[in-house]
């Protein structure tokens, strides 16, 4: 019985620092972008071009609370990109969720082969890339004035000590057009621990 409380403490334990989110400011109510690494294009608003408020992101929301980060391109050269990064520790074997709301204005919408990803990049502790991956979340064919969610989940492999968790805006060709915007980052480690803790209930559940 003993052993039992004491299990069960421990993945009450594990299970809390899992559901932590890692980021700093990931909802950008900071205004002055506290936490993010931002080049080229970027800004924390909490409105349109014109000065109209930002869609809510969910009914009830106050909309001059409702600050996000926004990131468009200069138009000047191809591939040109601009966004906003965190690097955080990071432990090789977890598992690592990165989810957000992302959107475009159909004031300012995205055109042509404009594109924004949200992106995981696992590092060594030099700072090299052993891993990474994103998913387009917003292109020229997305519904606009619309908070669209996306999520990435990777597992860390041998050799990570960090992980870089990135919104990203593209220009391929550097005519496109139009911002992206984010919101409500959140990145959430699984500690291999607990997978394992889950994987053992399942074999006893299965034995009995």
Same mark, same amino acid.
């Given at each position: 019985?003993?052993?039992?409380?004491?299990?069960?403490?421990?993945?009450?334990?594990?299970?809390?620092? $899992?559901?932590?989110? *890692? &980021?700093?400011? /990931? =909802?950008?109510?900071?205004?002055?972008? +506290? %936490?993010?690494?931002?080049? !080229?294009?970027?800004?924390?608003?909490?409105?349109?071009?014109?000065? $109209?408020?930002?869609? *809510? &992101?969910?009914? /009830? =929301?106050?909309?001059?609370?409702?600050? +996000? %980060?926004?990131?468009?391109? !200069?138009?000047?050269?191809?591939?040109?990109?601009?966004?906003?990064?965190?690097?955080?520790?990071?432990?090789?074997?977890?598992?690592?969720?990165?989810?957000?709301?992302?959107?475009?204005?159909?004031?300012?919408?995205?055109?042509?082969?404009?594109?924004?990803?949200?992106?995981?990049?696992?590092?060594?502790?030099?700072?090299?890339?052993?891993?990474?991956?994103?998913?387009?979340?917003?292109?020229?064919?997305?519904?606009?004035?619309?908070?669209?969610?996306?999520?990435?989940?990777?597992?860390?492999?041998?050799?990570?000590?960090?992980?870089?968790?990135?919104?990203?805006?593209?220009?391929?060709?550097?005519?496109?057009?139009?911002?992206?915007?984010?919101?409500?980052?959140?990145?959430?480690?699984?500690?291999?621990?607990?997978?394992?803790?889950?994987?053992?209930?399942?074999?006893?559940?299965?034995?009995?």
């Amino acid at each position: 019985m003993k052993k039992k409380v004491l299990i069960i403490l421990a993945i009450c334990s594990i299970a809390s620092v $899992a559901s932590a989110n *890692l &980021l700093v400011n /990931g =909802d950008f109510s900071d205004i002055t972008g +506290a %936490g993010w690494n931002a080049w !080229n294009g970027t800004a924390v608003v909490n409105q349109d071009n014109a000065g $109209a408020p930002l869609p *809510l &992101l969910t009914p /009830g =929301d106050v909309a001059y609370a409702n600050y +996000a %980060g926004k990131a468009w391109g !200069n138009w000047a050269y191809p591939w040109t990109n601009a966004g906003f990064s965190q690097v955080l520790p990071a432990t090789a074997g977890d598992v690592y969720t990165l989810s957000g709301l992302v959107m475009h204005l159909s004031s300012d919408a995205m055109v042509g082969d404009t594109f924004a990803v949200i992106k995981l990049v696992f590092q060594d502790a030099l700072g090299a890339e052993l891993y990474g991956q994103d998913v387009v979340q917003v292109d020229a064919t997305s519904l606009t004035d619309t908070w669209i969610p996306g999520s990435l989940t990777l597992t860390a492999p041998a050799g990570t000590t960090q992980v870089e968790a990135l919104f990203l805006h593209f220009q391929p060709s550097g005519v496109g057009a139009g911002a992206a915007f984010v919101d409500n980052m959140t990145l959430v480690p699984e500690p291999m621990t607990l997978v394992l803790l889950g994987m053992g209930g399942l074999l006893l559940r299965k034995r009995k």
